[in-house]
């Protein structure tokens, strides 16, 4: 870039009008910028924020390309007159650290995207693009932050010696395309679903390493007792699920739902006689310890753990030949064909055909409540809330059409995972949305994009695309 200042001096330009925009016309305080916050419209406050973010990326774009140099003259061959340690300092990452005032995992994440996204010098001297042309396009557009980045960077370069160079530029591409519209969560999710299929044969070992790491510590301090757990994928699992299907009881008994999270036409479910006040934290405790005292000595099932499942999503051929990952509900991380093959000899997983004969996935105007397939199916689609990727132990299956208003049937085409939050903000708001068994789609309503754009939602929105899955 000829101006590399540009894009910084154009956005506070945007900045500046907008904040004087946003406040009233006539009779404006002039004063801190709380003071002119407060006065701002909504709308205005909204696009103050976007531009705000867009000076913050282009900002971070600078400092990184800024670490890079100081890293590129800091290197071990110019030992002691290296330009960190002529300012007092170990590393580039500690003057980084030390100029940002952030820690030095953050000054190290800087200096590794600005790495990523320099060009490079041949021995000719020519100027050859940077090594992640898609990652450095987004953010020198200020389109994906330094963290999502940074998680797509780091997983190429891990990958970049076994995976082919044609694939993982197309995984770049796509999981570039995913920052720049989704939260830095779900990012990490494709960016791990990325790196299982750019390095089937990495998922073993690293999670191998995974299970070497796991680690469970307990002490006292002030009249508590603190544990700390660090649990691979296929030990934290069935934990994970049991105080799941726990908490989830005590919170669908406090909304005085039904087990489906339904109540019957017409009849009314009182809640408790004494108001269960516990924070998650808290019902998630007292879960961990029930589980406990069950083990010690009861002798009767914990009822809703009788119809707990550890679900574990793979292909066919992963299961047969060994080859490929799986992926555990709840949990981001991909697990391997052997941990899978473990878990189903040890009884911890129960193979099942969704869709299969004898297993129907639309029951049209026959049944109101959708069946445990079908919620299994949906899962497969949307992997729990398909609007905010909230896990999928705490949403509800939800007709898209309603039953009663729309007559709609109990279709899994007809059916979405949401989030009690994001069901309720939905039909609030007025949004529309549109499904098939492979994608779910968000309408928004005029008043939030007055061209009413589909934003796709589920699964398939950190799905890779077809030439990096075949």
Not at 57 to 85: C, H, I, M, Q, Y
Not at 214 to 224: D, P
Not at 433 to 439: L, M, V, W
Request: negative net charge.
């Amino acid at each position: 870039m000829d101006q590399p200042l540009q894009p910084l001096e154009q956005d506070l330009d945007a900045l500046r009008a907008a904040w004087s925009e946003a406040r009233p016309t006539f009779g404006a305080l002039v004063g801190s910028a709380q003071v002119e916050l407060e006065q701002m419209s909504d709308a205005g406050l909204v696009g103050v924020a976007d531009l705000v973010a867009r000076v913050r990326r282009d900002a971070d774009v600078l400092l990184a390309r800024v670490g890079n140099e100081v890293a590129r003259r800091s290197g071990p061959e110019f030992g002691d007159t290296g330009l960190a340690k002529q300012q007092g300092f170990h590393n580039p990452s500690r003057f980084l650290a030390a100029s940002t005032g952030a820690s030095r995992g953050e000054a190290s994440r800087l200096i590794a995207v600005g790495a990523a996204i320099a060009d490079r010098q041949s021995f000719t001297g020519e100027r050859l693009p940077a090594p992640h042309p898609h990652v450095a396009a987004a953010v020198e557009a200020a389109a994906i932050s330094i963290e999502a980045a940074s998680a797509i960077t780091s997983m190429l370069d891990r990958v970049g010696a076994r995976a082919e160079t044609e694939v993982a530029e197309v995984a770049e591409a796509a999981l570039v395309a995913l920052a720049a519209d989704a939260p830095l969560e779900l990012v990490i999710r494709g960016v791990r679903e990325a790196e299982a299929r750019l390095d089937q044969a990495g998922v073993e070992p690293r999670e191998d390493q995974l299970r070497h790491d796991r680690s469970l510590t307990m002490r006292e301090s002030g009249g508590m007792v603190h544990l700390h757990a660090r649990l691979d994928p296929e030990t934290a699992a069935p934990i994970k699920a049991a105080i799941e299907a726990l908490v989830t009881d005590v919170l669908r008994r406090r909304d005085g739902a039904s087990v489906d999270g339904h109540v019957a036409d017409g009849a009314t479910c009182p809640g408790p006689v004494i108001q269960d006040d516990r924070t998650i934290p808290q019902l998630q405790a007292d879960a961990l310890a029930a589980l406990a005292r069950h083990t010690l000595g009861c002798t009767h099932t914990l009822t809703p753990l009788a119809k707990t499942t550890v679900i574990v999503r793979l292909n066919l051929d992963t299961l047969v030949e060994g080859l490929g990952h799986a992926a555990v509900d709840g949990l981001d991380q991909p697990v391997s064909a052997a941990t899978v093959r473990r878990m189903a000899a040890d009884g911890e997983l129960i193979p099942a055909v969704l869709g299969g004969q004898g297993v129907p996935l639309d029951l049209g105007r026959a049944a109101r409540f959708f069946t445990k397939a079908q919620r299994l199916a949906l899962g497969e689609r949307d992997g729990g809330c398909a609007s905010c990727g909230q896990n999928v132990a705490y949403v509800e299956a939800h007709h898209i059409r309603w039953w009663e208003r729309d007559a709609g049937p109990t279709d899994v085409a007809n059916g979405v995972l949401l989030c009690s939050f994001c069901h309720h903000r939905i039909h609030r708001e007025n949004w529309e949305i549109r499904a098939t068994r492979d994608e779910v789609w968000f309408v928004p309503p005029p008043h939030i994009d007055p061209a009413r754009t589909p934003r796709l939602g589920g699964k398939a929105r950190f799905a890779l695309p077809d030439a990096l899955a075949a």
